[in-house]
């Protein structure tokens, strides 16, 4: 079994770093509790004073503060560094500020739900990103744990795109963009080039000792004003001495010869030319920076991890290989970079960021036939990082910082196999932590593949295959059956080798339970086990997990002894192999193995296994990471089955409220949880709400499951009992009647939802009166569930005590004496399988019938 580090993420743990631990509502001179992503504060910020003051009292209005605030205008003109400015200016009046690189929309996802923790709530790598952004927005808008909170919105361009994600409440909200379509939405203050004045101030700042207000003016004029380009040209000076003369000469023999190429931009030429003096100067300083600068123009403009940089890569062009080998010119040519302004350097974050407006120029001026190669030393970089598995949420840190450059950089038009499979490994990462958008991104790749590949190529199929995986992930069963079908025959008529064709294979088990068809499920995985077992050994990873499949098959055809044996077969081989297969899967073949324990009937062993595979989930995986609540919920069940009611309550309203937050009232899970609480609710004195729940529930799982399938039939039987327990025998007795012919039907008298529906049914006549009608049924019931579960099985039990109760109630001698002798022998079995303390025990005891229910197992 792997031990892992519970680190929990550089990010994370740099964003802890930067908690005050000052008291929510501490005094108002105070500085922020919560401080988070924002950029370092510039050294040199000059002027703008009219307009910081003007967006102070603009946010400060109460009124006029309703709505967000925008701070729009061209690229270059400082946008970013005034929000910076802001938030450290005003820092004070805060308890919280938190920036948010708006860029991609899955990107503020992920910056919010960074925040959650710092809001008393589940971090992302527990709840998945959309379920901790989500609390995260709802906290702010409550002002709890925070009423003086700041968002920053930097470089937000559609404003459709982030308007679900702008939280109102008691805090401000400021933006920053280029798309002056902001003005319809927010409160919006254009910014634009320094005033003559604020340049000169800029420039006497910056380059304090080599330059004069007469050179700062005549500088600003052929710069334009524009920050960026000025802050470029300072820095050149700043670090080469350069005079104000020959900075200008240079400049304008540069801009002449921009104007005479001709080459349409969107960008000032003063902007080009300034960057290209600085570029030139610094390739003649040291070529390698400008290399690494090149490098970085294809990346996404969010923070680059350093990390990308600090190890030998193969296929890199090798003028970057080299720098790279080099730690020491290495990290002089990122100094170089901050130094000259073309990046910024956070060495709290070890990350690198350049500004777009850079980034563009840097790749304007490469030949087409150069951009190419760019980018892909970026895609090596990024495979380079070797990111592990994305199912474990210990990644998924990591993964979300490179995501932000998966797009930017243009992963999905490489055609390069293991850039392809590292964008699949990107479509893993989002369905399994609820990142959002997994079904648009994998859609992405596959029309992107398809057109450059055509519709037969391995890494197109290999896509579908997973569009698969999200589809299930997000209960869309019928879609995903068809789909897998299609892909498979497509696979196969392709040639592609066994270990693709193995693993969509071994998933089409679950397509046919969602399908409700068990007996298919069993004959299909039967034979995938075989065929794993051909191509990989007994004793490979993919083989267990087929294993695991099939006794999931044998546990939904009511052969709870081979289920046992499988589970148990399944994760000890997990467990033990050499290699690290993962907590995720560790955890699932745990909580599989307890869930066919107490199937089998043994209550007790199956909590057992449970709470350890629940602990060990918590603390690889975390509370909320799907495989942790399936844990938790079949511990719920395990925990209501041994008499600890009160104890399986608490768990699963706890599960049940997760579920709700995290995939919504119609996802399976939420479903399956809302069946286990209405039959928890039951057994604590709380049958109303239980009827209620258990109505609704039934209500929407032929949304999910169609209107034929067992889960519904038998999800019927546990509403037919509580309205029995809520005092309506009579609906209880037709809905059993009606659920007992479907469940015949789709999986046969003998299965174990139908017998469970069978011995309610006894009980609702019974309890309208017919003892005759309850015997014949209870009696037929007892013996097949005798035959299928065993005759100490606490579901034979509680048939064939339900079966003395009536019997006793007919009033023949030769009834009582029956009734007496299988009091006597049942007596004796529940004492030796559950002891006569259990609350089952009691009920027979006391000579009241006991009720059967159903709790849907994951598909």
């Known amino acids: 079994m792997p031990d892992r580090s519970s680190d929990s993420g550089r990010r994370q743990n740099a964003e802890a770093a930067l908690v005050t631990g000052r008291q929510a509502n501490g005094a108002r001179s105070a500085p922020p509790q919560v401080w988070g992503r924002v950029p370092q504060r510039n050294k040199n910020f000059t002027g703008r004073e009219k307009l910081l003051a003007d967006l102070r009292e603009a946010i400060t209005d109460r009124v006029a503060a309703v709505l967000p605030h925008a701070l729009h205008g061209l690229g270059g003109v400082g946008k970013t560094q005034m929000a910076v400015e802001y938030a450290h200016r005003f820092r004070d009046d805060y308890d919280l500020v938190w920036w948010i690189s708006a860029d991609q929309p899955v990107l503020v996802r ?325 990142a959002g958008f997994a079904v648009d991104y994998v859609q992405l790749l596959i029309d992107r593949w398809e057109r450059d590949s055509g519709p037969e190529d391995v890494d197109v199929l290999r896509a579908y295959r997973e569009l698969g995986n999200v589809l299930r992930q997000l209960g869309r069963y019928n879609e995903v059956f068809e789909l897998n079908q299609t892909t498979l025959g497509r696979m196969r008529a392709a040639g592609l080798t066994e270990p693709d064709v193995l693993l969509l294979v071994n998933s089409i088990g679950a397509d046919l339970r969602a399908r409700g068809d068990f007996a298919a499920a069993l004959r299909h995985d039967s034979d995938s086990l075989r065929q794993h077992e051909a191509a990989f050994g007994p004793d490979d990873p993919r083989t267990l997990r087929a294993i695991h499949n099939l006794a999931l098959d044998y546990s939904l055809t009511s052969d709870f002894v081979r289920a046992r044996e499988g589970h148990l077969r399944g994760f000890v081989g997990q467990r033990d192999a050499p290699g690290d297969v993962g907590a995720a899967f560790i955890v699932a073949g745990w909580n599989s193995l ?125 509403l037919a009992v509580l309205h029995r327990v809520c005092g309506d025998p009579a609906t209880a007795r037709n809905l059993n009647e009606e659920t007992m012919r479907h469940l015949a039907e789709l999986v046969g008298p003998d299965h174990h939802y139908c017998l469970t529906v069978a011995t309610n049914l006894a009980s609702d006549m019974a309890a309208l009166g017919d003892f005759d009608g309850a015997v014949r049924l209870g009696r037929g019931t007892y013996e097949r569930v005798r035959n299928v579960l065993g005759v100490d099985h606490p579901m034979t039990l509680a048939c064939v005590g339900n079966l003395a109760t009536d019997l006793g109630r007919l009033g023949t001698d030769e009834a009582r004496e029956e009734a007496d002798r299988l009091r006597e022998d049942t007596t004796e079995r529940y004492a030796r399988k559950l002891t006569l303390d259990h609350p089952d025990s009691l009920v027979f005891l006391d000579g009241r019938h006991l009720d059967c229910d159903f709790d849907p197992p994951p598909i």
Not at 390 to 409: K, L, M, Q, T
Not at 595 to 620: F, I, K, S
Not at 676 to 703: F, I
Request: glycine share 6%; proline share 6%.
């Open 594 to 718: 307890a869930r066919a324990v107490r199937l089998g009937g043994d209550y007790a062993e199956a909590c057992d296994l449970g709470q350890d595979a629940l602990a060990y989930g918590v603390d690889y995986l975390g509370v909320e990471h799907p495989v942790t609540l399936h844990t938790a919920k079949d511990l719920s069940i395990a925990l209501r089955r041994t008499g600890e009611v009160t104890q399986a309550l608490e768990m699963c309203v706890d599960v049940h409220a997760r579920y709700v937050r995290r995939y919504g009232l119609n996802h399976p899970d939420t479903l399956a949880a809302a069946m286990s609480l209405a039959n928890v609710q039951r057994n604590s004195g709380q049958e109303e709400k239980g009827l209620e729940l258990a109505a609704d529930t039934v209500k929407r799982y032929p949304r999910i499951y169609g209107p034929n399938h067992p889960y519904l039939h038998a999800c019927t039987g546990n």
């Open 110 to 434: 992920s910056a919010l739900a960074a925040l959650a923790p710092h809001l008393g709530l589940p971090p992302a790598t527990a709840t998945g990103v959309e379920e901790a952004s989500t609390a995260a927005l709802d906290a702010l808008r409550r002002g709890d744990p925070y009423s003086r909170w700041l968002l920053i919105f930097d470089n937000a361009d559609d404003p459709e795109e982030i308007k679900d994600t702008i939280p109102e409440g008691p805090g401000d909200v400021l933006i920053t963009s280029r798309n002056h379509r902001w003005k319809g939405v927010v409160a919006a203050l254009p910014v634009d080039v320094f005033a003559r004045e604020e340049s000169i101030a800029f420039l006497e700042r910056r380059v304090p000792r080599s330059i004069d207000g007469e050179e700062a003016d005549r500088l600003a004029e052929e710069l334009g004003d524009l920050p960026l380009a000025l802050e470029q040209a300072a820095a050149l000076q700043a670090e080469t001495g350069m005079t104000v003369d020959e900075y200008l000469r240079l400049l304008k023999n540069r801009t002449s010869q921009l104007l005479g190429e001709g080459k349409p931009t969107e960008y000032p030429v003063s902007m080009t030319a300034a960057w290209d003096l600085s570029v030139s100067s610094l390739s003649s300083r040291m070529p390698e920076a400008v290399e690494l600068l090149r490098c970085c123009a294809f990346f996404g403009p969010e923070p680059i991890p350093r990390e990308v940089f600090g190890r030998r890569v193969d296929g890199l062009r090798p003028e970057l290989g080299e720098l790279l080998d080099d730690p020491i010119r290495l990290s002089r040519a990122v100094g170089e970079l901050g130094r000259y302004a073309l990046a910024r350097i956070d060495p709290v974050s070890r990350t690198i960021q350049v500004h777009r407006l850079i980034q563009a120029l840097v790749r304007d001026e490469l030949d087409q036939a150069e951009k190419p190669r760019f980018r892909a030393d970026v895609h090596r970089l990024l495979i380079g990082l070797r990111l592990s598995s994305p199912e474990e949420s210990i990644n998924w840190d990591r993964y979300g910082d490179c995501f932000a450059h998966v797009v930017p950089s243009r992963v999905p038009e490489s055609k390069d196999p293991e850039v392809r499979a590292f964008a699949l490994d990107m479509a893993r990462y989002l369905y399994v932590s609820s």
